[in-house]
């Protein structure tokens, strides 16, 4: 039969509280980054379209792209400024990230640290003088000296997942990002060319 959860909580021993902050910091980061990350907050529609049509775009606070336009509108000519800010943001977005790599490194880590202690622990158990075990709880603390190793794989592999989605979303949302910035920055530079005064004989 399946061990139950307790069991398996039991086997992990003390190991049991960095696994479960491992887990609640997993699942923080999972859920805000997916709801930061939502589309309307990075790229709104109708701010990208007007960008790519040329129409004249205000940003607002309220979104990445947003932001990027409005501090374009408020730093004219200062390009190099402008991508830097884009860059800020962009690394903006990948906050919390990095942890995910800590979490599906250092979760199983931490699960295979509880197994071997705990299979410390059984094997300490035999006795002395016949050198042999008791069967019975021989096979069931190996069973549970594995649970460890099992509640950290359980917490690696959504880290793993969750992380490669996530980072694959930034990746896409930059390159966006990217192509909008060039366009962007091509009006305004379109748009300096235009004012420019016209030589004194041309008006002459």
Not at 63 to 88: N, T
Not at 105 to 121: D, E
């Amino acid at each position: 039969m399946p061990l139950a959860v307790i069991d398996l909580i039991r086997g992990a021993d003390i190991l049991i509280y960095p696994l479960a902050l491992c887990s609640l910091v997993l699942v923080f980061i999972l859920c805000e980054r997916g709801w930061a990350l939502r589309r309307p907050a990075i790229l709104p529609e109708e701010l990208a379209e007007a960008i790519v049509a040329g129409r004249p775009a205000e940003g607002d606070e309220r979104s990445v792209l947003g932001r990027i336009v409005r501090f374009a509108r408020a730093h004219p000519g200062d390009a190099e400024g402008v991508r830097a800010f884009a860059r800020l943001e962009v690394s903006h977005m990948e906050r919390g990230l990095p942890y995910l790599d800590v979490i599906y490194a250092g979760a199983p880590l931490i699960g295979l640290t509880g197994t071997v202690w705990s299979l410390v622990r059984v094997f300490s158990s035999i006795s002395g003088a016949t050198g042999l075990p008791d069967p019975v709880k021989f096979t069931s603390g190996v069973s549970l000296a594995l649970s460890a190793t099992i509640i950290g794989l359980s917490i690696a592999i959504p880290a793993l997942i969750g992380g490669g989605v996530l980072q694959r979303r930034v990746d896409k949302y930059a390159a966006q990002l990217d192509v909008l910035l060039a366009r962007l920055l091509a009006e305004k530079t379109e748009g300096r060319g235009l004012a420019t005064p016209a030589p004194a004989e041309t008006r002459a």
